[in-house]
C-alpha cells in the first residue's frame, strides 16, 4: 500500500527559505520519478519539480535556480529545497510519482508572507 507523508511546511516571509520532506512507502519510490506539486487556493494542482531514479531533474520555469529536488534512495524520502520564496508561492505541497497514482497524501502547507 501507498503512503505519501509530507512534512515541514511553515509560516516564512517572502525571501526567505524552506525544506520539505517526503516519506514515501511501498513500491511507488522504488520503480517511479518522484515529483513535488503544489496547489495554492482555487487553482489547480501543478508539478513544480521532478526526479528521476537516478537523479536527473527538471523544474518549472516559475521555480528554476530557486527550488532543489533531491531524493534518499536508502530512506525513501524526496526533499525540496525552496529559496527565494515568494507570497504566491503559498499553497499545500504534495509529493507523488510523475506521472501521479491516484493517491495522495495529505500535502504540508506552506505560507509566505508579504
Known amino acids: 500500500q501507498v503512503q505519501l507523508v509530507e512534512s515541514g511546511g511553515d509560516l516564512v516571509q517572502a525571501g526567505g527559505s524552506l525544506r520539505l520532506s517526503c516519506a514515501a512507502s511501498?513500491?511507488?519510490?522504488?520503480?517511479?520519478?518522484m515529483g513535488w506539486y503544489r496547489q495554492a487556493p482555487g487553482k489547480q494542482r501543478e508539478l513544480v519539480a521532478t526526479?528521476?531514479?537516478?537523479?536527473?531533474?527538471n523544474y518549472a520555469n516559475s521555480v528554476k535556480g530557486r527550488f532543489t529536488i533531491s531524493r534518499d534512495n536508502v530512506r525513501n524520502t524526496v526533499y525540496l529545497q525552496m529559496n527565494s520564496l515568494k507570497p504566491e508561492e503559498t499553497a499545500v505541497y504534495y509529493c507523488?510519482?510523475?506521472?501521479?497514482?491516484?493517491?495522495w497524501g495529505k500535502g504540508t502547507l506552506v505560507t509566505v508572507s508579504s
Open positions: 511501498g513500491r511507488i519510490f522504488s520503480i517511479n520519478a
Open positions: 507523488n510519482a510523475v506521472p501521479p497514482g491516484d493517491y
Open positions: 526526479i528521476t531514479r537516478g537523479g536527473s531533474t
